[in-house]
């Protein structure tokens, strides 16, 4: 073979190992994995988890709101680079090249965190997506429910209101009958207020809704309880897996009667004193009468 198509050939099969190993890049996958919710002054652990073999990482940046917050290079002494960080402590002995771990987290580290992955061989890098973080305030006590009655009749409407208690943030309201969620539409929010409080500068607020429910549409027995809840949560709903950051529920009961139908009459006549006096006579008078004749016909025959 000449040595020109030799040299076509190696350059050739060079292009075509690197076509299969960009290629083959579009399976890496990376993501940062870490609660969406955090209670103020806990910990969360950030973890940056990918499919690339091991021996093959080179590099794994940390970053929220898009600086550095740690680095890791393999083969450095040392192999960790801290970043100017406000917000929370980076636990220096749980430190690992795929995760690190923030203490005592404080309302400034809420933010957008990502983290990044890099390979030395080839040299390619991938970025997670944007993960949330939020630090929040629980809620101290149970939700409030207000009822105007608290014995009904089955053919009235309910009429109750819900307050929670302060939180950052503010908490959602979502209202159960009997256990089963109640449909939205029945359901009037007030929005949220903040109160004149503060957990470390963080104002506040709570949330407000009222209940609107037709009784009728629910099969009660006579003289039957029907249970109120009203559960109050951070956020307002959980992912898979992870649960809500905050939950609070009160419950009350509410006595219903159930209202019969009234049972089915016959009309009935009313007679009045003189009309019964006269029909006592003319009955008199038939008596009579039939006792002549049956007098008569025994005499005759």
Known sequence: M???VVKLSILLSFYLSGITIVAGMSDVWVELRAPRFVVHR???????????????LYKVVFFKHGQRIMKYVRGRDPPFELYNF?????NLIQLTPTSITLERMDFSASGSYACEIALETPLYSK???????????????????????KKLS??????ATCQSAPAHPAPHLTWFINHMKVDERLIEPHGTWNVHRHHHGMPLSLTNSSLHFPLSSLQLFPNQTVEITCLSTIPSYANVGEGFADLQNHTVTVNVIRME????????KIISPEQNSSNRCELRRALIVLCYLVYYFINRY
């Open 2 to 4: 000449e040595p020109r």
């Open 42 to 56: 806990h910990s969360a652990v950030l973890r940056c988890e990918h499919n690339v073999d091991p021996e093959s």
């Open 86 to 90: 406000t917000g929370a402590d980076i």
């Open 127 to 149: 970025v997670s997506k944007l993960h949330e973080l939020n630090v929040i305030v629980r809620q101290k006590y149970r939700p409030k429910i207000k009822i105007k009655h």
């Open 154 to 159: 089955s053919n009235e409407n309910l009429e």
């Open 261 to 268: 139908p009234p049972p089915t009459q016959l009309p009935v």
